[in-house]
């Protein structure tokens, strides 16, 4: 089983990336037979407005933050896009076979385009054909994804397919989907009808994985609840999206369920609650942030370990781009 997933470096790391993808890669790089690879997604960051000063030291801090949350450079390989030229050399041959037609129908494009779609970049445009290089370059097996890069996933599957069939071969892999448990989705602290984002303007929003114990303990007071007690069941949570996030998040930091978390606090206010939920919070994200804070004050370490990771990932890309090369044609 061969993992590829990967985040942008675009400002910190928080709760939402944590819970939902960044503690799943570490159980899956201790999985029987698997082997992993992290990378930061620098060409993807680019594809939207950026700081050109700041992306190297983004790219150090994402690194930090995988190992700091569990990703062991000794088990996996940490690497970063950019360095590894086959994602792009590749990403340029699927684009050659990749309909206009299904990109158009990426949604992630229509909700970051927005009303200025003409405007857009191609990178933009294109995103989904160099997320399909990403993984097929590895000829990955399993992608870790999240509801909103599961239409992503399919076309690189449709694209692999493509591939394949136009060139009577069975070079390129169609990934699977891989699920790590109930995935959790989190939501932001000030409207949990909106996912968290690292590009919500309001801090309030997030809880970054290099914030200290009284901001999470302040940023989990002001959160969004309602007037209401904590109900018994999870379905008389529905339409109350602030409690049911703030549900949600206690159960991922605890691993247990919803319905264990609602058992111990049924009936009791958010004045109990919201303590109890920061404390635990401030429990699992305290030694990353500490560890965090380490590895940045050491970036010639970071950099030692990005640099072993892409000559993996390179290794093996290149063995890949050159079977894909000879299958179409191309002299060598």
């Not at 037979?33 to 050109?52: G, K, N, R, W």
């Not at 901001?215 to 109350?240: F, H, M, N, S, Y």
């Not at 609602?262 to 958010?270: D, F």
Request: charged share 25%; glycine share 6%; proline share 5%.
């Amino acid at each position: 089983m061969r993992i590829l997933s990967g985040m942008q470096p675009t400002s910190h790391l928080h709760l939402g990336n944590y819970l939902g993808a960044l503690r799943n890669w570490v159980k899956l790089q201790d999985e029987p037979d698997s082997e992993c690879f992290y990378m930061v997604a620098d060409l993807h960051a680019i594809t939207q407005d950026y700081d050109p000063e700041g992306l190297a030291q983004a790219t150090r801090e994402i690194a930090a933050a995988f190992i700091a949350g569990g990703v062991d450079p000794a088990q996996s390989s940490i690497f970063v896009q950019s360095s590894v030229t086959a994602h792009s050399e590749l990403m340029w041959l699927l684009s050659t076979m990749t309909q206009m037609g299904k990109l158009e129908r990426m949604t992630q494009f229509k909700d970051k385009a927005g009303k200025n779609a003409e405007r857009a970049g191609l990178g933009l445009f294109a995103y989904p054909v160099l997320m399909a290089a990403d993984i097929l370059i590895y000829k990955a097996t399993h992608v870790p994804v999240g509801e909103d890069q599961k239409q992503h996933l399919e076309l690189s599957r449709d694209i692999a397919a493509t591939f394949n069939t136009k060139y009577k071969t069975e070079t390129l892999i169609q990934p699977e989907p891989y699920i790590v448990g109930e995935a959790t989705r989190v939501m932001s602290l000030q409207d949990g009808s909106k996912k968290m984002s690292k590009s919500d303007p309001s801090e309030k929003s997030r809880i970054n994985m290099t914030d200290d114990a009284d901001t999470i303990a302040k940023k989990i007071k002001k959160a969004q609840t309602d007037p209401e007690p904590l109900p018994e069941t999870v379905e008389e949570l529905e339409g109350r999206v602030g409690a049911l996030n703030l549900v949600t998040i206690y159960a991922a930091l605890a691993e247990v369920s919803r319905a264990e978390v609602l058992t111990q606090y049924a009936g009791k206010g958010w004045g109990e609650f919201k303590p109890a939920l920061a404390d635990l919070a401030v429990e699992m994200l305290a030694p990353m942030t500490e560890r965090m804070n380490q590895l940045m004050d050491d970036p010639l370490e970071i950099d030692k370990i990005l640099v072993a990771g892409n000559e993996k990932a390179h290794q093996i890309t290149q063995k890949t781009l050159k079977e894909v090369q000879e299958t179409m044609g191309f002299w060598k």
